[in-house]
């Protein structure tokens, strides 16, 4: 059993930041990939940030220069640093990860529960 815990939502000023974070707990023997993606009220769920166990990242081309991504293998957690927030990135910001679980063959594809980001004008 795999869970993500995110947390560090909230309501910011556009052009505001804030600090997602999400771990992992259970029984993990690797993360193979951890990152965070976001839907919007009538839109698609949609990749904002990933990094992978080799350090390699991937960003959506809208948050690019203004959100970093970052992880702490020790931790199993992953952070989200938005700044420059706009108001089009209101949505609720969920975390992913592509874990192995120990004793398993496979990997498991995991989502947290979602939390709240809201940018106002």
């Known amino acids: 059993q795999v869970q993500l815990v995110e947390s560090g939502g909230g309501l910011v000023q556009s052009g505001g930041s804030l600090r997602l974070s999400c771990a992992g707990f259970?029984?993990?023997?690797?993360?193979?990939?951890m990152g965070w993606y976001r839907q919007a009220p009538g839109k698609q769920r949609e990749l904002v940030a990933t990094?992978?166990?080799?350090?390699?990242?991937n960003y959506a081309d809208s948050v690019k220069g203004r959100f970093a991504i970052s992880k702490d293998n020790a931790k199993n957690t992953v952070y989200l640093q938005m700044n420059n927030l706009k108001p089009e990135g209101t949505a609720v910001y969920y975390c992913?990860?592509?874990?192995?679980?120990?004793?398993?063959?496979?990997?498991?594809?995991?989502w947290g529960q979602g939390t709240q980001v809201t940018v106002s004008m």
């Open positions: 990094t992978t166990s080799d350090g390699d990242t």
């Open positions: 992913n990860a592509n874990v192995k679980p120990k004793g398993w063959s496979e990997d498991l594809n995991c």
């Open positions: 259970g029984s993990i023997f690797r993360i193979n990939r």
